[in-house]
């Protein structure tokens, strides 16, 4: 048996989020399902993190066990053929040690959030950001999520659905940055609550577009209630982008 840790990046505009669901397709479902083509064998995915419906991932790490003999290049190859035309590719496949966990080995989760940040229709990327018409600050934004840094309770920025079993997290990083029309929100966090980028985003962007003083998101925070949650970001414009492990 050996261990394979994959890097995917996938389009999850049509799926119904990273984990396998009983009512819709789902990024795991396809990658077992052509692990199983490609080796015959019952084969089941681990993840470093679950994305939602509409969630995109630039390089989500994974694992899975395969007892066939496989060169790391031979079972990428043969993953992203039979997982054609699904959006979803092995960008790098390596073999590691048995108990390095995808998911528990991991140390820390970096997202990006991309907001277009203009009145013309989306074209090239509908589906793939979240288009703001009001001209948004970009600094306001950035000063505003400061807020959020460190160990807080987010039961604010917690879905109701959220299966945590403490809001309690530590955020490491909360970046907002203006490239060309584009407004680029960047977090790095060991772990996350359902929805927690996504809610974070969406009351930035109310400080953005003037509708919220920038005290408002610490006192949004301190309210430690969903209600004084002013706007929860569509998932088109969330990137899974990098996940952490221990060197060695």
Same mark, same amino acid.
């Given at each position: 048996?050996?261990r $394979?840790?994959?890097?995917l990046?996938?389009d999850?505009?049509p799926?119904?989020?990273l984990?396998? =669901?009983?009512?819709?397709?789902?990024?795991?479902q396809?990658?077992?399902d052509a692990?199983?083509a490609?080796?015959g064998?019952?084969?089941?995915m681990h993840a470093?993190?679950r994305?939602?419906?509409?969630v995109h991932? *630039?390089?989500?790490?994974? !694992?899975?066990d395969?007892e %066939?003999? $496989?060169?790391?290049?031979?079972?990428?190859e043969?993953?992203?053929?039979?997982m054609r /035309?699904?959006?979803?590719?092995v960008?790098?496949?390596?073999?590691?040690?048995?108990d390095?966990h995808?998911? $528990?080995s991991?140390?820390g &989760?970096?997202?990006?959030?991309r907001?277009v940040?203009?009145r013309?229709? *989306?074209?090239?990327e509908?589906g793939k950001a979240?288009?703001v018409? %009001?001209?948004?600050?970009?600094?306001?934004?950035?000063?505003a999520a =400061?807020?959020?840094?460190g160990?807080h309770?987010?039961?604010t920025?917690?879905s109701v !659905?959220c299966q945590? =079993?403490s809001?309690?997290k530590?955020l490491?990083?909360?970046?907002? &940055? &203006?490239e060309g029309?584009?407004v680029l929100i960047e977090?790095e966090?060991r772990?996350?609550l359902h929805h927690?980028?996504?809610?974070?985003t969406g009351c *930035?962007?109310?400080?953005g577009m003037?509708r919220?003083?920038e005290?408002?998101?610490r006192?949004?925070?301190e309210a430690?209630? &969903? =209600?004084a949650?002013?706007?929860n970001?569509? /998932?088109?414009?969330?990137?899974?982008?990098r996940?952490?492990?221990?060197?060695?």
């Amino acid at each position: 048996m050996t261990r $394979f840790a994959l890097t995917l990046e996938f389009d999850g505009s049509p799926f119904m989020g990273l984990q396998r =669901q009983a009512h819709g397709p789902s990024v795991q479902q396809t990658v077992e399902d052509a692990a199983h083509a490609v080796t015959g064998e019952d084969v089941r995915m681990h993840a470093a993190g679950r994305t939602d419906t509409g969630v995109h991932a *630039l390089a989500m790490r994974a !694992h899975i066990d395969v007892e %066939k003999s $496989f060169t790391p290049f031979r079972l990428m190859e043969a993953l992203n053929a039979r997982m054609r /035309p699904h959006p979803v590719a092995v960008t790098a496949c390596e073999p590691v040690a048995d108990d390095w966990h995808a998911r $528990f080995s991991c140390i820390g &989760r970096a997202y990006i959030y991309r907001i277009v940040n203009r009145r013309a229709p *989306l074209t090239l990327e509908r589906g793939k950001a979240w288009q703001v018409a %009001k001209p948004l600050d970009a600094e306001a934004m950035h000063r505003a999520a =400061q807020a959020l840094v460190g160990r807080h309770d987010f039961t604010t920025f917690r879905s109701v !659905h959220c299966q945590a =079993q403490s809001p309690l997290k530590t955020l490491d990083r909360l970046d907002v &940055r &203006r490239e060309g029309e584009c407004v680029l929100i960047e977090t790095e966090a060991r772990s996350y609550l359902h929805h927690q980028v996504r809610s974070m985003t969406g009351c *930035l962007a109310m400080v953005g577009m003037g509708r919220w003083r920038e005290e408002q998101v610490r006192e949004a925070l301190e309210a430690r209630d &969903r =209600q004084a949650l002013g706007l929860n970001a569509p /998932p088109d414009g969330l990137y899974f982008v990098r996940a952490v492990y221990p060197e060695g």
